[in-house]
């Protein structure tokens, strides 16, 4: 079963957007869910993070105040809440799995499964 994230798209400078994250057939809240962003020419990036465990949430700086992370495991979703988008942001957006940790992890070689990335492209 994939990790599944729609949501992405074309939007302009100081525009909002929602992408979210399911997985159907998983016991979902048994995994930290993360998300990372990879421009062209760019290392993948960690965005934010949502813990298994407490219900903890983790940004980077670069997008703290603008990214919220959620998650709903009743219905196996984990959203990332993007507003005030910046040119910047503009990257491939993807969702990722890892078993549940103490410490949620912002490095995405420790994340086991992926879905497939949808594009943010964001113009001023």
């Known amino acids: 079963v994939q990790l599944q994230a729609p949501g992405g798209g074309p939007v302009q400078a100081g525009d909002s957007l929602r992408l979210s994250c399911t997985d159907s057939?998983?016991?979902?809240?048994?995994?930290?869910i993360g998300w990372f962003r990879q421009s062209p020419g760019k290392d993948r990036e960690f965005v934010a993070a949502a813990s298994a465990i407490g219900g903890r949430t983790v940004y980077a700086d670069s997008v703290k105040g603008r990214f919220t992370v959620s998650r709903d495991n009743s219905n196996n979703m984990v959203f990332l809440q993007m507003n005030n988008l910046k040119p910047e942001d503009t990257a491939v957006y993807y969702c990722?799995?890892?078993?549940?940790?103490?410490?949620?992890?912002?490095?995405?070689?420790?994340?086991?499964?992926w879905g497939r990335g949808t594009l943010v492209t964001v113009s001023s």
């Open positions: 057939g998983r016991t979902f809240g048994r995994y930290d």
């Open positions: 990722a799995a890892d078993s549940a940790k103490l410490r949620t992890s912002t490095n995405w070689k420790t994340y086991s499964r």
